[in-house]
């Protein structure tokens, strides 16, 4: 099998798999009205009106032009309107038309909202991972050359103790640092530091940049001991490898034989996790941006499930696993690319 052909087979497969996760998603979500016997979107109503003095009509109203905009068909309805159903949904899924919400942000277009906060969480998770492998790759690398030394060991000592460290435990003690004994980092979180948005792009830009400062850190700190590890075991076990000792019996250098024939193989399934943490991104956001109160993708998650915005989870469930399926194609393909010794 030539490579065009292992990419065709990849993307014939990540659509196979796009396709299952959407019946998946559709299916997940009117569960619970196959189970209880109730409407999937009823649990939205009683959720507003549990313990609280609204008035029913006000929900009913919302709820009864939600199904009609969008053709819910009823729970009893035949088969065959479920399946029309399922069927538009994945094309529109497909198409990108994801609706309006009519819940949360009752009006506007859902892709809207996710634009606007799929940037934050970029600007928030990329840096913070492209550090974290690159520190993780460096120190990796050192201590992969040198195993047994004393740096080896005290670097183990603390990498395997911040391995060890929730991630959420590190980024909650660190704000409790930060903002109530150091009170250098706003307590209120967020992207503004003085409660609004600045009106010049560049003192609001640079404000927000400070905001994302600590979470940043914190990411950094739990996220580059996987690296490392993952960097160090690659290497040592290259630097056992025959070619290796081949190179060494020609007469080179050390540093030519580790980083012109050790590092080059050492650092390829480096590579395929790189691609497959920025997918990631999305995902790890969710914790972080709680915490430190972010208005990314992870905090519009969050807040959908909690407020029961079935549109809103379902289009932020599809964009996650999409754009997942998409990175673990192209990590396969960068792989065999880079690496010959890869049968397709």
């Keep these: 099998m030539g490579l065009k052909e292992y990419v065709m087979k990849r993307l014939v497969t990540g659509f196979i798999t796009l396709i299952a996760v959407m019946i998946f998603n559709w299916v997940i979500f009117r569960l619970p009205s196959f189970v209880t016997g109730m409407d999937p979107t009823w649990y939205y109503v009683l959720s507003k009106l549990l313990g609280k003095s609204e008035q029913p009509k006000r929900y009913v109203t919302i709820l009864l032009a939600f199904k009609l905009r969008w053709k819910l068909p009823s729970l009893h309805a035949p088969i065959g309107l479920w399946i029309d159903h399922l069927i538009a949904y994945m094309i529109n899924m497909f198409t990108f038309n994801l609706g309006e919400d009519m819940f949360l942000y009752a009006g506007r277009p859902i892709a809207e909202i996710l634009a606007t906060r799929i940037p934050v969480s970029i600007f928030l998770i990329l840096p913070a991972t492209l550090i974290s492998i690159l520190i993780g790759i460096m120190i990796g690398a050192r201590l992969g050359a040198n195993p047994g030394s004393r740096l080896d060991v005290a670097m183990m000592g603390i990498v395997l103790m911040l391995y ?26 967020g992207l503004s530091s003085i409660g609004f948005q600045a009106p010049d792009r560049l003192i609001s830009f640079l404000d927000a940049f400070f905001m994302l400062l ?131």
């Excluded at 003690?173 to 706003?186: A, D, E, G, M, N």
């Excluded at 056992?240 to 590092?263: C, Q, S, W």
């Design 164 to 189: 060890s460290i929730p991630t959420f435990w590190l980024q909650a003690l660190f704000k409790v640092i930060f903002t109530v004994h150091w009170k250098v980092w706003p307590a209120s979180g």
């Design 214 to 344: 600590l979470p940043i850190l914190t990411l950094v700190l739990a996220g580059f001991a996987g690296w490392m590890l993952l960097m160090r075991n690659s290497l040592m076990e290259v630097m056992g490898e025959d070619y290796i000792l081949t190179a060494r019996a020609k007469g080179l250098d050390e540093a030519t034989v580790l980083y012109k024939h050790a590092f080059r193989n050492a650092i390829l399934p480096v590579v395929t996790g790189v691609i497959l943490a920025i997918a990631g991104v999305w995902t790890g956001a969710v914790i972080t941006e709680m915490i430190f109160v972010i208005p990314g993708i992870g905090n519009l998650l969050l807040q959908a499930i909690i407020q029961l915005d079935y549109p809103l989870c379902e289009a932020t469930f599809y964009f996650i696993a999409l754009t997942t399926i998409l990175a673990n194609i192209i990590a396969d393909v960068s792989y065999a690319l880079l690496d010959p010794r890869v049968k397709y």
